[in-house]
T-cell receptor
Framework: GAGVSQTPSNKVTEKGKYVELRCDPI?????LYWYRQSLGQGPEFLIY????????DSGLPNDRFFAVRPEGSVSTLKIQRTERGDSAVYLC??????????FGPGTRLTVL | GESVGLHLPTLSVQEGDNSIINCAYS??????FIWYKQESGKGPQFIID?????DKRQGQRVTVLLNKTVKHLSLQIAATQPGDSAVYFC?????????FGSGTRLLVRP
């Protein structure tokens, strides 16, 4: 079956611009997660959704980052006033149970 | 706080040999541990998990061992194949939140 998909696969933007990253979870998965992965590092937790609500957004680095999941399926991670330090791979995962999170291929964000 | 780390950044093995990738964790609060495989340009792929009340779990060609006394986790891959070349991450989980280590790159020599 279809796995987690993320679009775009690559995004290049200029410092100060606004970006949106999209995640389509596996159908039926109620939980959705966003992670950020810097080069040579493991993924770092950003935010967790259970259904439509953000159950834990403690990993978001600052208020420039925001994520929504209005209908409990697709999620969008939004980054305002991008900075060069935001450059990373942004990973989305979904799950039925928390100990088996399935990851998408990621969006590679480059801020020039 | 919680940290999950790995002993070696790179492991090189001969094709057909068994591979052992190690991981140490500092916090006993994790309810479970997961091993992920990540190939270049792809997201992490779930390999196997183990609950904190277990000490061993086997999958297809893989075995995970958990030693809570010394807070150590290992992934054993039997008969390593070229397709096993990737970066391997261990992650400790409590409820929904995963904390990942920095990864070990496995290189398989033909």
């Amino acid at each position: 079956g279809a796995g987690v998909s993320q679009t775009p696969s690559n995004k290049v933007t200029e410092k100060g611009k606004y970006v949106e990253l999209r995640c389509d979870p596996i159908s039926g998965h109620t939980a959705l997660y966003w992670y950020r992965q810097s080069l040579g590092q493991g993924p770092e937790f950003l935010i967790y959704f259970q259904g439509t609500g953000a159950a834990d957004d403690s990993g978001l680095p600052n208020d420039r980052f925001f994520a929504v999941r209005p209908e409990g399926s697709v999620s969008t991670l939004k980054i305002q006033r991008t900075e060069r330090g935001d450059s990373a791979v942004y990973l989305c995962a979904s799950s039925l149970r928390s100990s088996e999170q399935f990851f998408g291929p990621g969006t590679r964000l480059t801020v020039l | 706080g919680e940290s999950v780390g790995l002993h070696l950044p790179t492991l090189s093995v001969q094709e057909g040999d068994n591979s052992i990738i190690n991981c140490a964790y500092s916090n006993s609060a994790s309810d479970y541990f997961i091993w992920y495989k990540q190939e270049s340009g792809k997201g992490p792929q779930f390999i196997i998990d183990i609950r904190s009340n277990m000490d061993k779990r086997q999958g297809q060609r893989v075995t995970v061992l958990l030693n809570k006394t010394v807070k150590h986790l290992s992934l054993q891959i039997a008969a390593t194949q070229p397709g096993d070349s990737a970066v391997y991450f261990c992650a400790g989980g409590s409820s929904y939140k995963l904390i990942f280590g920095s990864g070990t790159r496995l290189l398989v020599r033909p």
